[in-house]
């Protein structure tokens, strides 16, 4: 049996609490949300945080609800809220699509938001979906509230910009008109991390590109992005080639490593692959022509 | 005695039916040990609680190959809920620092001298509970001296690789043994004359059994009345009570081993592992009893893993396609110590069964093995003392025959199927194969697949492929063929033995006076359904309900001597065990009934569990009765002992001989790589089916294991030598998703030598599927050549004609 190394176990009421909680420990308190990602390292001995401040009695944080021009999803929603949620199905089919995929209905019955993008792996699948679709987070620390564009959120592998004391508490993502959105993941297995990943939306004026987003995962593309290829896209009309030339330029910006998952040349070809099948399906859908 | 003829296989549904609706014999009926497991009432060697336990943790090794310098304990020692820290040298003077293998070698229990693989153990912790132990491993301080690593098995026999042996007197190089098969001149010959000629380099890449219950053991050393006790994970329970008795200097007649429940073994509990040893040890020290239970991590890096063979095989043909000759070189890694788990006198395995399922009369095998910086092991995932490399062998390089020649792959294995008429049949490296009707199954699995039709399928979808303006996305659709002959049930005593102990099988059969009976058994079963399976053997010979037949497996005290329960050897002997067995309660049935019913035992006649008087079946006796007469008062003739007892020691004449054609069916996404198995075809010929419903659970579990390896299992090393294969995250394991709804179907061609006829089951699918998938795979991207296992990384790199090695990291 892998067995962590001793913690204490403190359980928030609510969110000033474990606020609290946090700062009365300085830095080596952790939040446990879920928990598929901190405990499988803290078995492993990996993370060995000195207190864990338990987020699981906050059902506040857990909803998925439109908000304004915006669609809010509360920080404790667990995968399998956003995999199911109407609201999110009708405006961003990019949600279930990558929920669908991501590890197996054990962990999406318990793994959160929230969770999935503070663990910052380099290879989650949440995240390549928020940066495709410009969304931004909603942080609280004693002192207040601040929003931080899902773009600028990940400082690095499992780096982020929320402090020791600090706690999202929701994720906000634009309502956008004619648009369509899709994810596309190539993995080993059913259930395995991704060996790339890749989501956009295209927001459409006629024929025209008004907006577009993409996201990628598990191939080291800054911010799992790549604003070169949505700039070469944006303003344009909506064409193979124009989406051929992004995807590649996608495949070439990114930085993937090798590993058992494949090699450098296979990922970048693959993030061309996913990135041009995930634009062409945003498209069919941003044009009502595909499901 | 008079002996009675062992009744023949009758066919599921003319077979009575017990009260309780159970076959009276063979047929589907559902296995009496689930009633506990959908329960959750198993009870596993994790399971095992004893008043006082403590609880060890092993400190591996991390690097692959290192100089110990020094072992700093203290700290752990100090830890307040530490009662032990072990360590190589303390085992020294107790002279249990090193174990024999079951090959002939010997292994380091904790390491002394160096590390020689990445997960090694290195010190022992015995602690109250197991937080505190692991937590006490953190404070063992260990200054290692790192050693450039032997990784790529290739090179392990270059003049300036490490020699990673150092321990053993005198060795100068990483070579473990030289050994051949066949006739090597003849082969020669064959290939002379040869119009076609086809090599290919082969990697069966290391895998792991991965069982879903991890090894482990509970040790309880009474230091009363001297007794070991251990609970553990062993498929071999009698063969691991004379290794302790042998290596540990224990009295035999105070050890008792239990195996209770196992989750899974696929060979990986064949074998003695040091935790097993230093939980004794931890027992023996502490005076407590000592719970040891590897994580899965420990599972995957250091108990038995499978294959890592590097095969090079020519195969010599005529121009029309008749197979002329099969010459193979292999290049065998063993890791750091020569642990395979096989009889001793074939230290390759069966493998040099390599001529398969074909009719070519020259063959000839040359095999190498060496030492390099992994763990140990080499037979193990239910691979039939490597048949599975040797079926994966022959099945790729009949392919490779048939892609030069642009034959279609099915055309050419029936001409050269070895035909009905050639049983029993002897192959050209002495093998004896007991019965088959080959093409009859290859003719089964092609109609069930509409074998013609599927070809057809991808002739029209490769011409629409070519057309300009084609959809690049449009899958590549793949039919891959395959066609294996086992060898199961070692074995023949004077052939095979393990450690010196020969491969016989005892069973003892009691038939309580009111006819209930109890089947005792030496085998031991891992999730099989031997509790089922056994109980119909007996009930087939002499009519009791199998669920009045009580089968007790698993503990040392209480059944016979047996080798235990691996290479499908389960049923071929025990299975014959049980049936003798029943079959001598039967005869002397007989002769209590004869006295019973004061006639002949020549005017008596059986039928449905039941002696009656021929002419007058109201005079009868049924087995119960016979029972409760036996250990009556009424008078046994002259020489018969009372009581309905019997014991048998069964020694196979032969192996059997199962065999199977599959096919497999795949489309390949040919710009990502994914491959769909879209269907598998299995028709398995292992003689008549006891449990239908269990021999096809075992099938679909090995057919799973097929695409498992062929598609993603695979551990494999960094240069530094560190497993790459350590956590599920990193060894994938199949699931349901990447299985397609199996299509099975059958043959029956029962086993001359065998009591009651039947083969061996337990290993068909996963040593015959590997080969259909790759097969099939391979021809979905038209090309000859790639190893497994085809993740989509390895599928379109092989589509780009640049494949890659599955056993080194990418880099
Ligand atoms: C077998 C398996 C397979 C998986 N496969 C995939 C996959 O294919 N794709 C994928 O994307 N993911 C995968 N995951 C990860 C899964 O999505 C996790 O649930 C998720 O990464 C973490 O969510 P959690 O709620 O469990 O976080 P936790 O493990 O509870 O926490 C993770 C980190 O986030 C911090 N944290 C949690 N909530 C907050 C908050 N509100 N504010 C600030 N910090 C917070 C914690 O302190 C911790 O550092 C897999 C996990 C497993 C176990």
Redesign the interface.
Known sequence: ???P??FEYQRAGSVDEAIALLARSGGDARLVAGGHSLLPMMK??LARPETLVDINGLSDLEYVKVDGDEIAIGAMTRHVGVLESAVLAEHYRIFAEAERVIADPLVRNRGTVGGSLCQADPSEDLSAVFAALKGRAVIRSASGTRSVDLRAFHLGPYETVVGDAEIVVEVRVPIRPHTGSAYEK?E??????S?AAAGAFVQLRGDTIDDVGIGMTAVGAAHFTCEEAEDSLRGGPVSPEAIDEAARICGQRCNPS??????VD??R??VS??VA?ALTRSVARARGEAA | MTTTDMPAAPSSDTVPRSPAGNPLGFGHMLRKEDARFVRGQGHYVDDVRLPGMLHGAILRSSYAHARVVSIDTSAAEAHPKVKAVITGKILETLNLAWMPTLSGDVTAVLATDKVRFHGQEVAFVVAEDEYSARDALELIEVEYEPLPAVVDATHALDPDAPIIRDDLEGRTDNKIYDWEAGDEAACDEAFAKADVVVAEDLVYPRVHPAPMETCGAVAHMDKVTGKLTIWTTTQAPHAHRTVYALVAGLPEHKIQVISPDIGGGFGNKVGIYPGYVLAIVGSIVTGAPVKWMEDRSENLMSTSFARDYHMHGEIAATKDGKILALRVRVLADHGAFNGVAQPTKFPAGFFHIFTGSYDYPAAHCKVTAVYTNKALGGVAYACSFRITEAVYLVERMVNCLAFELKQDPAELRMKNLLRPEQFPYMSPTGWEYDSGDYPRALREAMRIAGYEELRREQASRRAAAAQPGADPTAPLMGIGLSFFTEGVGAGPRKHMDILGLGMADGCELRIHPTGKAQLRLSVQTQGQGHETTFAQIVSHVIGLPPEDIEVIHGDTDNTPFGLGTYGSRSTPVSGAAAAVAAQRIKDKARVIAAAALECSVDDLEWEHGRWFVRGDPTQGKTIAELAMIAHGSLELPEGVEGHLDASVVYNPPNLTYPFGAYICVVDVDPQTGQVKVRRFIAVDDCGPRINPMIVEGQIHGGLADGIGMALMEVIAFDRDGNNLGGSFMDYLLPTSMECPSWELGQTVTPSPHHPIGVKGVGESATVGSPPAVVNAVLDALQVRSADMPFTPAMTWRALEGRPMRPDLAIE
Do not use: I, N, S, T
Not at chain 1, 188 to 193: F, N, V, Y
């Open positions: 049996m892998q067995v190394a001793p492993l001995r190539v080993r297995r059913a259930g395995d991390w060996v090798a590993d058992q998952r494949g090699p296979y990922k070809h693959l692959v996913l099948r």
